[in-house]
């Protein structure tokens, strides 16, 4: 065999001082996250103890110290220590972890024992360098033997190790805090990340001098009035939130066919107050793992249409990625999925059926997000379709009322309808009409109508954002000239429907203006007042013309084409002065209640003339 | 009613025993405004859609209290006065009309408008705000919220008129006032720093900015006072000499910014010019002063931009830069203040020492 062919086989060589930088300071996103690694050490230290020694009068505590003189962060535990051999084995070694060793071993004993341990991947402890530029920890094993050791390191490769004096066993590492960390050594910051990640954890953590522990030990779902404690768990976490509904979760069965499985799943799922589509949409829950806290508004556990409800969960199985701030989307993943997309579902229907208030309560707060979501899913879609308000041109209806008025077709324009007169406008096929300016209404209406056969969905300003059409006015020139001769601003084009003549279009400030102008004219403003009205309204271009509106006279109304058609002599005089009358006060813009009494004295004195 | 909260309270626990979903929707969206969000773009869709439901719904009232928090939103966390003037010139002439007579939040949409002609040209319209300042000063009953905003009002408005020793008893006052309240306490401290600091009486500067943090704590309303604390500790304790804590400060100011998506106010960039000034960091304080360009662009806050940009000015002045272009912005912003000679003489005395 030709030498030159032949295969070598070589190892993989570790360069320990950038595997060390990589672990301590570029694993994390967040320094914050180097006090759950600590805080998580020093609660499985506590647990280790209470399994392995069994000591009945044995109570665990963690106690976290600052010294904000020194810039040192300190956190200390009565648990089960370190023996320098366990140092040497765990602590030292990189990727090895004790916790993750006892609890392979529990796991055929004691499935309820090894669910207490948190530690995974051993080497959590390296994110003390991420904030400390030296590490220095001091422990005694309870097991007694050999005296207590006092290890020290700066972060590079090598560290120190000497016998050291400590009575009680446990464990307390100290750390000299960077410039960069010592924000964390301001009490409300250092709260706040031990309530965060430590919030459940069934060990008290005491800090400086407090006599009361800072964390709640366990989930408020695991208290004797769960829902109190919720309530007041939401409230305190979700910035002052208040449920309109609480869903308690539990463990999922799982049918395997030939037998079932427990999914372990804890938590709740809660209904927020009220969502703005594109704006304050949630769907999203808090993950811990083993009552350990691992990220925040975590968007894919919840299904899609779900995107009003937010929610706390706490499962074993889901799997940390190795920093532990984010989730392994595996199957563990996918089952949990299943699991809250089921509860959720079966509990919404009960509620529909069991308390129809809140139910309503719940479609009125979420209306425009629910209407986006729903149509991603046919199950919940055709458990809400029929509850979901729309605005609409006779104001805000459910679909099955709608359909009544309409004989079973659904009217909508996109153009946003607001007062009377665009209303009109809107109902220009006589029939009521849905407001569907925000994108999400078109896709729900289509989806409303593929699951009931017969029925129609039909926009009425297609091809058009305005609902007034540009016309040829050369055959309207006469009819406009004499309203011009009259002082009045006009125009023609066509809108629907027909039998209305004409219109006034009004600038959209116009009405504020008119107002401010009226209340400075009247002194009704308080004086220095007054002239920041005024001095405001100076600034503005806008000409008193503009402010009375523009008459449109209707192309398509059979009337104004016969007026437009005929020889305009002194007797149109009423009928023009009606059209203006009526199209004044239909509008309902920028009238005075003088200005009202005025047009019914016109309009009334021209019908009066017509009669005569 | 007395108390704009005994009133919002009183009507959220009505609507809730009747289950007035549409209205317990509408009290939804302002108190998810109110508490649940620091973006301040989402807080302005929110109170804005809180409006029209109101509107719907014909709760005159609210229409009004969702306009004072829009108002407030636009003009103390997104800077934007003109967007703020043109709500609050229709609110204040809408609040006449008697249906108001008993709406405690009437005198504060009065209080709006001061501070967005304050927030202007607070010189050019010195004589409208004085008057206003002095009908207020009857309106506004002692103890209440809406005394807190007055006083703060003429604080801020003597400070800008330069009439520092009157700014300062008036914010010792505000600090009396309002030491059963924290939020108005920050802002007092703040008020106090802010004098100090125009008088470079440092020590003064960082003891205010330290009980400006303190009394801003944690609450999301409180942001814009913490922040302005945290930049002027920066700026405080750079100009006494120890640089190590006033960097660790710096750098807390900028993060504090960010995680609060915050546009700062002036005070705040100030602060960071300062700092970068006292650390001989003038380039630092151009860059600085150029990203406050950019926040104020299209806001109207006219003032500050002229202000800016005579800052501007005068760092490349002082850096031995040319600063033509500078300098013809400046005077384009000048133009449009009320009184634009003091600043054009102060541009004048910058370019004729430059030459």
Known sequence: MDESLKIERHTFKLFMPGLLRVLAEHLYSAKQVAVRELLQNAHDSCQRRAIEAREEQYQPRIHIETDSRNGRLIVSDNGGGLTATEIGDYLATIGRSYTRELRDQLEMLSHDQAATLIGQFGFGFLSAFLIASEVTLITRSRSGSGSALRWNSTGDESYEMQPWDRDEPGTTVELLLKPSSLFLLHESILLDIIRLYADFLPIPIYVDNGTLPVNLLAPPWAKVDARRAITEYIARSFRHDEALWILPLHDETIDLGHDTAVLPLAGFLYIPQSSTMSVHEHGDVRVFIRHMFICDGETKLLPTWARFARGVIDSPVLQPTASRESLHQDESFEAIQRALNEQLTAALRRLAEEDPSTWQVVMFAHAQIITAWAPQDQNFFDQVADHIPFATSRGDMCLPDFLKLTANTIYYVRTKLGSLQERLLAEGHNVATIDASTFAVVPFLEAYARSRPGLQVIRLDIESTRMLQAVDDTPFLGLVAMFRQRGIRAGVASFKPATVPALIVYPEDADAIIDARGALAAGELPGPFAGMVQAYLEAKPLLADDLRGKLYLNASCPLIRRLAASELDLKYEAVLTLIYQISRLFSGRTLTSADVIDAFASATKSIESLLT | ?355
């Open chain 2, 1 to 355: 009613v007395t108390d704009i909260w005994t009133w919002v309270y009183a009507y959220r626990d009505r609507v809730k025993r009747s289950g007035d979903a549409p209205r317990i929707v509408m009290y939804q969206y302002f108190y998810q405004a109110m508490h649940q969000t620091i973006d301040p773009v989402q807080k302005l869709a929110l109170f804005e859609e809180g409006r029209a439901r109101a509107e719907s719904l014909g709760e005159a009232w609210w229409v009004l209290l969702f306009d004072h928090w829009r108002i407030l939103t636009l003009l103390l966390r997104l800077q934007s006065v003109d967007r703020a003037r043109e709500i609050a010139i229709s609110a204040a002439v809408e609040a006449r009309k008697p249906m108001y007579d008993a709406l405690p939040q009437r005198v504060c949409i009065y209080d709006d408008l001061i501070s967005i002609y304050l927030a202007t040209d607070p010189v050019g319209y010195r004589r409208i705000i004085e008057d206003a300042l002095t009908f207020m000063q009857r309106e506004s009953q002692p103890g209440t919220a809406c005394s807190f905003c007055h006083q703060e009002d003429k604080v801020q408005a003597l400070l800008a008129w330069n009439e520092l020793a009157a700014a300062e008893s008036h914010a010792q006052a505000f600090v009396a006032m309002a030491q059963n309240d924290d939020h108005a306490r920050a802002r007092a401290f703040r008020r106090l720093m802010l004098i100090a600091a125009t008088k470079a009486d440092w020590k003064a500067a960082l003891h205010y900015a330290v009980e400006c943090e303190q009394a801003a704590g944690k609450r999301m309303d409180s942001l814009p006072s913490r922040v302005q604390a945290i930049a002027w500790k920066a700026a405080a304790l750079q100009s006494l000499g120890d640089s190590r804590a006033a960097k660790a400060e710096f750098r807390r100011a900028i993060r504090e910014v960010e995680d609060g998506q915050l546009i700062p106010a002036s005070e705040y960039f100030d602060a960071l010019s300062t700092y970068n000034e006292a650390s001989g960091a003038r380039d630092r304080a151009v860059m600085v002063r150029t990203r406050q360009l950019a926040t104020l662009a299209g806001t109207g806050r006219v003032a500050d931009e002229v202000r800016c940009r005579l800052e501007v000015c005068r760092l490349l002045a002082e850096l031995g830069r040319p600063f033509n272009m500078e300098s013809a912005a400046a005077r384009d912003a000048a133009s449009r203040l009320v009184d634009p000679t003091p600043a054009l003489a102060t541009l004048a005395r910058l370019i004729d020492n430059h030459v």
